[in-house]
């Protein structure tokens, strides 16, 4: 069984940073590509970024440059940096892996960004 769990989640001041952390159990993080999306409120949920396999970053256009993810595979644990925080980065971020069975979600953390 699939379980991620996300941490790091806060309030913060804009301009402000913070280190998001999703720790897997049930399959090798190393082995997928891992994702972080976000949902705002009264937004559907948005792919923020993503890791591959081989390490390959992918970001949305909205978060280049502010927003890096990495992995630790010691740990199976996803992060994501998030630096220069503006108030539209708030809502809740959910760490995502896709299997062969199923799509996986954690239950997410909450970033409040004030202004």
């Known amino acids: 069984q699939v379980r991620l769990v996300e941490s790091g989640g806060g309030l913060v001041q804009a301009g402000g940073s913070l280190r998001l952390s999703c720790a897997a159990s049930g399959i090798i993080s190393s082995t997928k590509t891992m994702d972080w999306y976000r949902q705002a409120p009264g937004k559907r949920r948005e792919l923020v970024a993503s890791?591959?396999?081989?390490?390959?970053?992918n970001y949305a256009d909205s978060v280049k440059g502010r927003f890096t993810i990495s992995r630790d595979n010691a740990k199976n644990t996803v992060y994501l940096q998030i630096d220069s925080l503006k108030p539209e980065d708030t809502g809740v971020y959910y760490c995502?892996?896709?299997?062969?069975?199923?799509?996986?979600w954690g239950q997410g953390t909450q970033v409040t960004v004030s202004s």
């Open positions: 995502h892996v896709d299997t062969s069975w199923a799509s996986n």
């Open positions: 890791i591959t396999r081989d390490g390959s970053a």
